[in-house]
Structures are given as C-alpha cells and as structure tokens.
C-alpha cells in the first residue's frame, strides 16, 4: 500500500508543476515560438473578421449560423495572442512596433477595448444591422492598436 505521505508528495509535486509552467514567459520553448504562437492567433482571427467583414459590407450573403459560429472564434482567439507579446521577442522581426514593448499599460487598455467588443459579437448576430454595427465597433478596436503598435504589413 503506498503510503498516505507519499501521495501527498506526489500531489504536491504535480501542483508544483503546474505552477512552474504558469508563468506566461515559461510556456514557449524559445522567443521565436512565442511570436509564431500570437501570429498564428492574429491569423485565426483576422480571417474571421474577414468573413464577417464580407456579410457586413454585403460582399457575402448573411448568414446568421456562419456569423456566430465567427462571432465565438473571435471572441475566444481575441484573448490569445497577448502572451506571445514576452520581451523575449522585442529584438525580433515581427510586425510588432518596439514601441508596443515600452507601452505595455497602454496596450493592457487597447486589449481590455478589444475584448469588451468581441464580448458582444455572438448577440450581434441576430441581423444583418446589429452584426454590421458591432463588426464596425470591433474593427475600430483592432485599428485603434495597429495604428499605434503594428507595422506595415
Ligand atoms: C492591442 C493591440 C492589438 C489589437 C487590439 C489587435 N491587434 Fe492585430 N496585431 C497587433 C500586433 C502588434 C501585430 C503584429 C504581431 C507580430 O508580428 O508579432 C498584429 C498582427 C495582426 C495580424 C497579422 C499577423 C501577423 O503575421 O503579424 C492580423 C491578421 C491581425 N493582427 C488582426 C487583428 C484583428 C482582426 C484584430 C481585431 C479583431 C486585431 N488584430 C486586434 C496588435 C493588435
């Protein structure tokens, strides 16, 4: 029988894991990881707002099942990429301003703006008018931070 102590230890050993893997900047193996990751997250979600660009603009039929199924991807990978943003990366090629890195507080804002208006895509979707004006509001939330932080891409 193993022994009431031992299992003790092991619980606290795994526990002690995790919280050695918790900090953002323990979880990418190298820098380079970390800016592929948050990438690949921009990536996600801009080819969703492009979708639901097109329904907004008329350019696609509006369809509400294939706006909210974008709405709930947005809304989900719009709380992504920030941890790929270590400082690790500053000195890397990215499409990340340095100044982004020196602004952090400033960034925290435009993400918090953000995240506040992807909250309510997935209600927005019940029209075609209700999805156009929160589509409008959301890409004015990805501007606001590109304008500032993003380089020409
Ligand atoms: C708080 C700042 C911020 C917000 C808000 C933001 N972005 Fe970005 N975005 C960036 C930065 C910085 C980069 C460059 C990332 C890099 O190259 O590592 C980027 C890059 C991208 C890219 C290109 C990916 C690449 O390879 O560089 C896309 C597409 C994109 N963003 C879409 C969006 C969309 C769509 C929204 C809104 C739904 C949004 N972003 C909101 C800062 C932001």
Redesign the pocket.
């Known amino acids: 029988m193993i022994a009431r102590r031992t299992i003790l230890s092991l619980v606290a050993a795994s526990f002690a894991a995790f919280a050695f893997a918790a900090p953002a900047s323990a979880q990418f193996a190298k820098p380079e990881d970390a800016?592929k990751y948050?990438?690949s997250a921009?990536?996600v979600?801009?080819?969703?707002?492009?979708r639901l660009g097109a329904m907004a603009q008329g350019k696609a039929p509006f369809d509400a099942e294939a706006a909210r199924h974008s709405a709930q991807v947005?809304e989900t990978?719009?709380r992504l990429?920030?941890e790929?943003?270590t400082p690790a990366?500053e000195s890397l090629d990215?499409?990340?301003?340095p100044e982004?890195f020196r602004n952090m507080d400033d960034?925290k804002r435009?993400?918090e703006?953000?995240n506040a208006?992807?909250a309510k895509l997935p209600a927005a979707v019940g029209s075609l008018e209700t999805l156009r004006t929160q589509v409008g509001a959301?890409?004015q939330?990805?501007?606001?931070?590109?304008d500032?932080?993003?380089?020409k891409?």
């Open positions: 800016v948050r990438q921009f990536v979600m801009g080819s969703h707002m492009g947005i990978m719009a990429p920030w790929g943003f990366t990215s499409h990340a301003k982004l960034v435009l993400i703006g953000l208006e992807t959301t890409g939330a990805c501007k606001a931070c590109h500032k932080y993003r380089r891409i």
